[in-house]
């Protein structure tokens, strides 16, 4: 675990003063608001392929902040953290095998990536729900309460136990992408700051 608090060496506290403005003010979802938001999600339904840069900061015993680059390719992920001394933790797979690098000489092999995540780092990441709740989706079949900003772009998201709050979008992408997501449950802090979007 020793690696762990060296690759993410940036302060996770730092990550957040640095980049939590003020709470975007919230609107109850009317019908229009929710049927942009349908609109949207079918927009983005066809889009399997895409590479996310972004700051993360996690909390949890070996939480801790980094440069992210995700990149998705249907059911196949590789999500690559790199903390200030240069080291990386790299999570890959699919949607039946996740492959965990730079914790241990060897790497860890599982079928579920939250729970690897769990129990070699001691931190809480619903991987499969932020791969949607970073592009400002609902979890399809999972029950969600949305509010919206004044842009009509959703600012709150309650799914699953977890508030996920958009503090800010790519407003001139189309459509709109977040551009800082923020998802708490409990202690469970998982934070993105997004510097770029890109799609195959």
Do not use: H
């Amino acid at each position: 675990m020793r690696t762990l608090r060296l690759l993410f060496s940036v302060a996770f506290v730092s990550l957040l003063a640095a980049c939590a403005p003020m709470r975007v003010k919230q609107n109850a979802a009317t019908p229009e608001a929710l049927a942009a938001q349908d609109a949207r999600e079918a927009a983005l339904a066809g889009k399997s392929r895409w590479t996310l840069e972004a700051r993360i900061a996690v909390s949890g015993a070996n939480g801790g902040s980094g440069d992210l680059i995700w990149r998705q390719d249907g059911d196949a992920y590789s999500f690559s953290v790199r903390g200030a001394n240069g080291k990386t933790l790299r999570l890959s797979g699919d949607a039946g095998r996740a492959v965990l690098e730079g914790v241990d000489a060897q790497p860890d092999v599982g079928s579920d990536p939250q729970a690897l995540l769990r129990e070699r780092l001691g931190t809480e990441v619903p991987f499969a729900a932020l791969r949607r709740w970073a592009l400002g989706l609902r979890v399809a079949g999972d029950p969600a309460q949305l509010q919206f900003g004044e842009t009509g772009l959703p600012a709150q998201l309650v799914q699953d136990g977890w508030t996920v709050e958009y503090l800010d979008w790519f407003g001139d992408l189309s459509p709109p992408l977040p551009r800082k997501v923020f998802a708490a449950r409990g202690k469970d802090k998982v934070r993105l700051v997004v510097q770029s979007w890109s799609f195959d």
